[in-house]
């Protein structure tokens, strides 16, 4: 069935390190990949997505590759900051449906 | 502003109740969508709707029920028969058609009492 798999659930790192969250997905067809961050108690909101037509995407600190012969994207922060902290979601699209598929989430600890 | 707004923020039921959880949106999008968010699950969908007067469910539809008589509209129905209601609920909407750029509202936590 449509599935989404996300690793870490949780990560911690030092300030200033990289952070790199990992998702997987199983419709071959799928051909949108979002990735939302969600502060404690507020809604998620999308920080940067990418199309099966592109491999990467940069949007300062922040990119997005997808390896669509494996069917698995990842997220990447690089010179992270506290205020990086947050829950991470990846999500994808699925052949007949309209909606996104999400995947569990990664809780990303920022230590000063 | 342009936003999505769902009321109340906090939410307690007694068993046996039915209750209804708001989400308005004046983004102009045609699609809208209701999903849960429970501890280290993501988030589940429970139904969609792409257009006025009409929805489809999505993987947790037993024991909701949803209506879509205005664009701007969307309230979910937790109904009796959900057997473990208490839950983060979030609205998101997107323009018709598309999953893309989903914006969410910011949330109804429901805590059944």
């Known amino acids: 069935g449509e599935n989404v798999e996300q690793h870490p659930s949780t990560l911690s790192v030092q300030e200033g390190d990289s952070a790199v969250i990992k998702c997987t997905y199983s419709d071959s067809a799928s051909n949108y990949f979002p990735w939302y961050k969600q502060e404690l108690g507020k809604g998620p909101q999308l920080i940067i997505d990418i199309r099966s037509n592109v491999g990467e995407k940069k949007d300062q600190r922040i990119a997005v590759t997808l390896n669509k012969t494996a069917k698995h994207f990842s997220l990447h922060i690089t010179e992270t900051q506290p205020e990086d902290s947050a829950v991470y979601f990846c999500?994808?699209?699925?052949?007949?449906?309209?909606?996104?598929?999400f995947g569990s989430g990664t809780r990303l600890q920022v230590q000063p | 502003d342009g936003g999505i707004t769902q009321s109340p923020k906090y939410l307690f039921r007694k068993e046996g109740q039915n209750v209804t959880l708001s989400c308005e949106q004046n983004?102009?999008?045609?699609?809208m969508y209701w999903y849960r968010q429970d501890p280290g699950q993501g988030l589940r969908l429970i139904y969609y709707?792409?257009?006025?007067?009409?929805?489809q469910k999505g993987d947790i539809a037993e024991g909701y029920s949803v209506s879509r008589e205005k664009k701007e509209s969307f309230p979910l129905t937790v109904t009796s028969a959900q057997k473990n209601p208490t839950a983060f609920y979030l609205c998101?909407?997107?323009?018709?058609?598309?999953?893309?750029?989903?914006?969410f509202g910011s949330g109804t936590r429901l805590t059944v009492v």
């Open positions: 999500a994808a699209t699925y052949t007949g449906r309209r909606a996104l598929t």
């Open positions: 983004l102009n999008h045609d699609a």
């Open positions: 709707s792409q257009i006025v007067n009409d929805f």
């Open positions: 998101a909407s997107s323009v018709r058609d598309s999953a893309f750029g989903y914006t």
